[in-house]
């Protein structure tokens, strides 16, 4: 048995992990798809897809799963919903399986005739890329809702500091350089 999940996993944390494993108990193999893969710099994807491979392969190894068993691949939008089944399909290996919780992701892929398995939320109002984001920008703790691999990755990449300079506006009256001397 093969299973797709799919998320932007802006940034990779502790839930995803948690389904990541749920999902390895009774499928052979996982692809982890990275979805908005083109997307990057802003405030609800500041992340490359590259990077969140990074988080992902990382956090997994240092989690001793055996990454034989693991795909992760990048699917960029196509913004057409009624083909994006389709699209991901171009992408993957074949699977069987689908584990979302998003509703649209979840409506698309059964009107594919997939079988949509929702796993169960694990402390979902923490676990969550937007909570996180929020956080980051509010210098409050995140470090304890994301892998700590994920984290390493995070700060090699001076993620923090992406994200306080994307925020802000050049409709103010500070001087780019006023700007980078603030961060
Ligand atoms: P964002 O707030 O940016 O949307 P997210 O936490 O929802 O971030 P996604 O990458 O959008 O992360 O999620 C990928 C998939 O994982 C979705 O199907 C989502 O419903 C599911 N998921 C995310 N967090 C959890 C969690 N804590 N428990 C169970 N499923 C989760
Ligand atoms: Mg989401």
Do not use: C
Not at 63 to 75: A, F, N, S, T
Not at 139 to 165: H, M, N
């Amino acid at each position: 048995m093969r299973a797709l999940y799919i998320g932007r996993f802006q940034p990779f944390h502790l839930g995803h992990l948690h389904v990541v494993k749920y999902i390895l108990e009774s499928s052979k193999e996982v692809i982890i798809a990275i979805g908005s893969s083109q997307v990057s710099h802003t405030i609800q994807n500041p992340f490359t897809a590259g990077e969140r491979f990074l988080m992902i392969k990382k956090t997994l190894e240092t989690e001793g799963v055996d990454l034989r068993r693991v795909h992760i691949l990048p699917v960029p939008d196509i913004y057409r919903n009624a083909l994006w089944v389709k699209h991901v399909e171009t992408i993957t290996p074949p699977f069987d399986v689908v584990y979302a919780n998003e509703p649209v992701t979840v409506r698309l892929f059964k009107e594919s005739s997939y079988d949509v398995r929702g796993p169960e939320f694990y402390k979902r109002t923490v676990y969550s890329g937007e909570e996180i984001r929020n956080r980051i920008l509010k210098a409050a703790d995140w470090e304890s809702l994301v892998p700590k691999a994920t984290a390493e990755v995070i700060k090699d990449i001076d993620g923090v500091a992406r994200l306080l300079e994307i925020i802000k506006s050049d409709k103010k009256e500070t001087s780019y350089q006023e700007m980078s001397n603030s961060v």
